[in-house]
């Protein structure tokens, strides 16, 4: 159950990160009056890469940590993934082309309209969106099971306090001692 529940997360914020990209492409086309018919990929990208997510956090890939701060944590997790989704990409792109006959340099994808500029730009346009699904999953961790959907969608803001005006407060350290 817990797969499922960390999956649908995954999912469901990869759909959204796609859906937003899908709708900047239909804008930028639309401007020069190019049709823009790929919507569905948003969904079976999504579908595809949460898999590719679950199996590499599964794997721990930037789980580790040190004495640094967890923003650091959360940048280099967002790097790694995009890495991943990257090569996860450029494997299914020439395996695809394999598959019809198409030579390994033929089915290499571009990105962001081609070349290293292209491909870097877009490496971390990736990168910045995972930012937020890290950022959500460190805060959950520190904040302990279930503490963070509570703020997120209990009318008093998780903290129990709605009768005494602190609803939604979140104490520091130093205030709870």
């Known amino acids: 159950m817990r ?14 990160m796609f859906v937003l990209f899908r709708l900047h492409e239909y804008v930028v086309l639309a401007k020069h009056q190019i049709s823009f018919t790929g919507w569905g990929f948003a969904l079976v990208n999504a579908l595809v890469l949460a898999k590719v997510m679950l199996v590499a956090d599964d794997l721990r890939l930037g789980a580790w940590r040190g004495r640094g701060a967890p923003i650091y944590w959360m940048l280099l997790r967002s790097i790694l ?23 390994i340099a033929e089915s290499l994808p571009t990105y962001g309209g081609g070349g290293l500029m292209g491909t870097v730009l877009v490496g971390i346009i990736v990168s910045v969106a995972l930012i937020p699904f890290f950022a959500i999953e460190e805060i959950s961790r520190a904040m302990g099971p279930g503490e ?8 008093d803001g998780g903290s129990g306090n709605a009768q005494n005006g602190n609803a939604g407060s979140i104490r520091t350290h130093s205030e709870s001692s």
């Not at 995009?82 to 019809?100: M, N, R, S, T």
């Not at 963070?148 to 009318?155: D, E, I, V």
């Open 148 to 155: 963070f959907a509570k703020l997120l969608f209990n009318r």
């Open 81 to 103: 993934f995009a890495i991943v989704f990257f090569v996860f990409d450029i494997a299914e792109k020439v395996l695809v082309g394999a598959f019809h006959g198409s030579s």
């Open 3 to 16: 797969e499922a529940r960390r999956f649908a997360q995954m999912f469901a914020y990869l759909f959204a």
